[in-house]
């Protein structure tokens, strides 16, 4: 069982979500916080997994709550779970530490799967969010493009392009191993490879490195 603490200044939301996760077998929302001020106190208090959290509430916020757990080594993973999919609030909170971002409209199937990714640690940003991203960054730079970057000039290989376009629109090793009849090993080291090659530590910074170099378009 993965032991959530939800974290959303809305009661009513709170419950909706809880009553949703009381239909699946391995998540479980064992504490509840209305604000980040409460977070610190629910983790010493509670075993928790994981940690779902919005973006705004009063007193202090996702960002600024992500921020204060930055300082703790073992504070659980985050998935924030929030309404808002404005491309520089993903960038700001994936640059804070989350591991994941979801919309609130997400379905409890795609919810709970995210949540045993992230547990598991995997990074994530559901697919609708990485167009919207993708649509961002664009608009803010008029150098955008798929060309203004090659395989070549990044050292990615073909077969690592198209594990990196699987990557973004939110794949799990296993699901690429499928769409691209490769063993789950294979699709692995292209992980690795295409995270060193990026310079960067993870599957989320590796797609938004990828966008702002204009490999993903």
Not at 8 to 25: A, N, P, W, Y
Not at 134 to 153: D, H, I, R
């Amino acid at each position: 069982m993965i032991n959530v603490l939800l974290v959303d200044d809305q009661m009513l939301v709170r419950e909706g979500i809880k009553s949703l996760l009381k239909l699946s077998d391995n998540v479980c929302v064992v504490a509840e916080a209305s604000d980040g001020s409460q977070v610190l106190e629910q983790l010493a208090t509670h075993k928790v997994d994981l940690i779902l959290l919005d973006l705004s509430m009063p007193n202090v916020d996702g960002i600024a709550t992500l921020k204060l757990l930055q300082d703790h080594a073992d504070a659980p993973p985050v998935i924030i779970l929030t309404t808002f999919d404005d491309h520089q609030l993903v960038l700001e909170g994936l640059a804070a530490g989350a591991k994941g971002y979801l919309l609130k409209d997400v379905s409890l199937e795609t919810l709970c799967e995210s949540i045993e990714s992230v547990k598991n640690g995997a990074t994530l940003i559901q697919p609708a969010i990485t167009e919207r991203l993708v649509a961002g960054v664009k608009s803010q730079s008029s150098t955008f493009s798929y060309e203004a970057t090659s395989a070549g000039q990044t050292d990615l290989s073909q077969k690592e392009l198209e594990v990196l376009r699987l990557m973004a629109c939110g794949y799990s090793n296993k699901e690429i191993s499928g769409a691209l009849y490769k063993s789950e090993g294979t699709i692995k080291n292209h992980v690795s490879n295409i995270l060193a090659k990026l310079g960067v530590r993870d599957r989320t910074r590796a797609v938004l490195s990828a966008i702002e170099q204009g490999i993903l378009k």
